[in-house]
């Protein structure tokens, strides 16, 4: 069974910066994407920024130029650094590890980390 554990949130003023890390159970070498989203109260579960293993990032268009996501492959490890931060940014930062197989996906979660940007 994969774990991940995300931290990294908290409270900060707009403005400011956090990063959130994701640590896996096992190799990221053996998801094909990893990833993070994010919900905000009263709303849907959205995509904030993944990585392929090949290392190729894609963003929502909403942190384009704020947000960058990263990995450690020695420590398991993704992160993901947030800039300039809005009070839309605010909500839960789930981690996501992605493995497909033939037209199959599955999807792993972490539990969630909680950032409020707020003054």
């Known amino acids: 069974q994969v774990q991940l554990v995300e931290s990294g949130g908290g409270l900060v003023q707009p403005g400011g910066s956090l990063r959130l890390s994701c640590a896996a159970s096992r190799s990221i070498f053996s998801f094909d994407a990893m990833g993070w989203y994010r919900q905000a109260p009263g709303k849907e579960r959205e995509l904030v920024a993944f990585?392929?293993?090949?290392?190729?990032?894609n963003y929502a268009d909403s942190v384009k130029g704020r947000f960058a996501i990263s990995r450690d492959n020695a420590k398991n490890t993704v992160y993901l650094q947030m800039n300039s931060l809005t009070p839309e940014d605010t909500g839960v930062y789930y981690c996501?590890?992605?493995?497909?197989?033939?037209?199959?996906?599955?999807?792993?979660w972490g539990q969630g980390t909680q950032v409020t940007v707020s003054s």
């Open positions: 996501n590890a992605r493995t497909i197989v033939v037209f199959t996906s599955t999807d792993y």
């Open positions: 990585i392929q293993s090949r290392g190729l990032t």
